[in-house]
């Protein structure tokens, strides 16, 4: 092995794989088979965290950033000078098994820019995937790209070597990517993820008939978005977000906060912060929707096109809607009270199992875990002391506002130094 | 009058103890290690020996009146290593075995509360390991990576090490603890080894370690460089993440 170049291709091509958000190693069921190397199973390892805070858990890197694409927002587009490089099939394989049998990473997540043309490029990724599960017997956790316009054909094979496939709609409106990436066609993503889907559907009815069937893409499919790239209001986003989900069974959407790579006048400037406020506020939404049990549109409509960024969105949705509150946390159901302000999955749960033994006070309240500071106002329970007084939404936000602290709260109180203070902008 | 019986720091010498605790009706009763037993003039103390069959009865007994999970979950708790534990195992164990109910999610009590936080500790620094582990390749092709665990969670880790890596030998050693978990290819056994000072010295690594080893772990620590995103940097939240206690363990960190 030539270390030098590696390490020189290495670089070049993790570099241009950063963007995309995506590094979970979850969702998958893959035993060690005839003392093999690795397996990977339920909630995925995180083996490290870069410095910006991020999962490192895969092995994220692009087969070659070589693109006949000229997308705006790409940091590999045609037209952008940088310095290009591409892996043969051999040299992923080894670098990603080395990797793995030094517990660096739970597997591969590979990537390509698009060279001569769709079809071409998905072979190449199925090739190094078809070499780890065949010739190195590798049961770790593979995460292919589907190439926007492969043949289904190829999206069949694709899956019985993957774990998780996925295709980045990266623009969340349509009128977006006619602006920033005119040769491409929303049709080209969504053709590989309706195949992956059907025959993640056709897998698992095969299953329940017959002992073997080949697996395939156990770890479902997922999408990323990039939002600030494009003008889209936060509705816009999550709208998307939830037909996707909805019509292609979609384990995961993930938000990327656009980072400034280019000087195109169509997009944000260099310089310009990456949005990460925004992101956190639409991931919390997205959590909200698959595991909270609220429908998007309780959260943003026409009233409500964008989230408020100094509180999260559900304590903006029950703001909106007091009427409901104060709810009983000995008597409601499981559904209102993952509605509350302050209670988490967690918290309900151990509140649910421990309110068989005895009705719950204040105190059992807080050592359970909840956030009393937010979930007081919306809450009674077994106690003669609680908010009786009526307040009004607005009231109640700046309360809240004012006893707690946010992660967040310079970039808030930057937000509002320069509307404050217009002097600011021509300092 | 208190009685505090000490024990050896086993697992089974706890579960002797709480054997002690009924055979002899003892009411007010505190276990303690004997390494951490400090003579005082009113309490009465005892030694216990572990005695397996004794243990055994316990553990088995335990089983008719609460779950395998919470089971697992008073083990766990005893790995943590955390002062007066054994006194919070103990409380579990009498309150289980008198009460009508399962006791086990009554959250309101605060010493269950506490054995169940103590439980997530433990499993977190499980997964920790799990996660930190750095394999580097000895000239002799052993795997072989050193731990230094906040509780000693290292039997916790055997079968996940076991099924990932089950064709290549390897060793992962606590050296807080001064012992390890080595498996040939067949079987994961515990193992204590005299480790060489100089082990952990980058000018000493190509004794021990093969001239790949060195280039792959240069690769990984480029990659893991690539990979950041500079205009997202988040210190704080990197830091939550990989406390700094653990990073003279990870390659990523090393040069």
């Known amino acids: 092995m030539d270390f030098k170049r590696i390490n020189e291709k290495l670089e070049i091509l993790a570099d241009a794989a950063k963007y995309d958000v995506s590094c979970s190693s979850s969702g998958s069921n893959r035993k060690n088979t005839y003392k093999g190397l690795g397996n990977s199973n339920g909630m995925g390892i995180c083996h490290s965290y870069t410095e910006d805070g991020r999962c490192v858990s895969l092995l994220k890197i692009l087969l070659t950033n070589h693109c006949i694409f000229d997308c705006a927002y790409c940091v590999t587009r045609k037209s952008n000078d940088i310095k290009r490089a591409a892996f043969k099939v051999q040299e992923v394989v080894d670098l990603t098994i080395n990797f793995y049998r030094r517990n660096y990473i739970e597997g591969l997540f590979l990537s390509s820019g698009i060279f001569k043309n769709a079809d071409y490029t998905m072979e190449r990724l199925i090739a190094v995937a078809k070499k780890l599960r065949q010739e190195e017997n590798f049961n770790g956790y593979i995460h292919l790209k589907s190439i926007p316009g492969a043949s289904d054909e190829l999206m069949r094979e694709a899956g019985l070597y993957a774990d998780r496939l996925s295709v980045n709609i990266e623009i969340p409106t349509e009128k977006g990517l006619k602006l920033l990436a005119p040769e491409k066609d929303r049709k080209d993503f969504i053709k590989p993820m309706e195949k992956v889907k059907n025959e993640i559907i056709q897998y698992k009815n095969e299953k329940k008939l017959l002992k073997k069937v080949p697996i395939y893409a156990p770890a479902g499919q997922s999408t990323q978005m990039i939002v600030g790239a494009s003008g889209e209001t936060d509705a816009e986003i999550m709208y998307t977000s939830a037909y996707f989900y909805k019509s292609f069974n979609l384990k995961r959407v993930y938000y990327s906060g656009y980072v400034p790579i280019s000087n195109d006048s169509r997009l944000p400037t260099i310089g310009s912060a990456v949005p990460i406020l925004r992101e956190n506020r639409l991931y919390q939404t997205d959590w909200l929707l698959r595991f909270y049990g609220f429908d998007v549109r309780e959260l943003l409509n026409k009233e409500h096109p964008n989230l408020e960024s100094d509180i999260d969105p559900k304590l903006s949705w029950a703001l909106r809607n007091l009427d409901q509150f104060p709810i009983d946390v000995n008597k409601a159901d499981m559904r209102m009270l993952l509605r509350v302000p302050g209670l988490g999955l967690k918290s309900v749960n151990k509140i649910i199992k421990a309110r068989r033994y005895r009705k719950l006070n204040w105190e059992n309240l807080k050592s359970i875990g909840a956030s009393l500071n937010r979930a007081k106002y919306f809450i009674v329970c077994d106690s003669t002391t609680f908010e009786t007084k009526d307040r009004t939404s607005a009231q109640l936000k700046s309360i809240i506002l004012s006893n707690s602290s946010s992660k967040f709260s310079a970039t808030l109180s930057n937000q509002l130094s320069l509307f404050d203070n217009p002097n600011t902008l021509s300092a | ?255």
């Open chain 2, 1 to 255: 009058m208190k009685t505090i019986l000490k024990y050896d720091g086993s697992f089974e010498g706890l579960l002797s103890s709480v054997f002690y605790v009924y055979e002899h009706k003892l009411k007010e009763v505190s276990i303690i290690k004997e390494e951490h037993y400090e003579p005082n003039f009113f309490d009465h103390s005892i030694t216990i020996l572990s005695e397996p069959k004794k243990a055994k009865r316990v553990w088995q007994g335990l089983s008719k009146k609460i779950s395998p999970k919470a089971k697992t979950k008073l083990y766990k708790a005893f790995l943590s290593e955390t002062l007066n534990i054994e006194n919070t195992i103990l409380y579990y164990i009498r309150k289980a075995l008198s009460a009508s109910v399962s006791i086990e999610n009554d959250f309101t009590d605060s010493e269950i509360l506490h054995l169940e936080k103590t439980v997530k500790k433990v499993d977190r620094e499980k997964h920790r390991m799990d996660a930190f582990v750095r394999f580097q390749l000895t000239k002799d092709g052993i795997y072989f990576a050193t731990i230094e665990p906040d509780f000693d969670v290292l039997p916790l880790n055997t079968s996940h090490f076991k099924s990932r890596y089950a064709d290549q030998r390897w060793l992962i050693y606590d050296i807080k603890r001064n012992y390890g978990i080595f498996y040939d290819l067949l079987n994961v056994q515990t193992i204590t080894l005299e480790l060489s000072k100089d082990i952990h010295r980058g000018d000493k690594a190509s004794l021990y370690f093969t001239y790949e080893e060195i280039e792959f772990q240069k690769l990984w620590f480029n990659y893991f460089n690539s990979s950041n995103i500079g205009s997202r940097k988040n210190i704080k939240l990197h830091i939550k993440h990989i406390p700094k206690r653990y990073w003279k363990f990870l390659t990523e960190k090393k040069f």
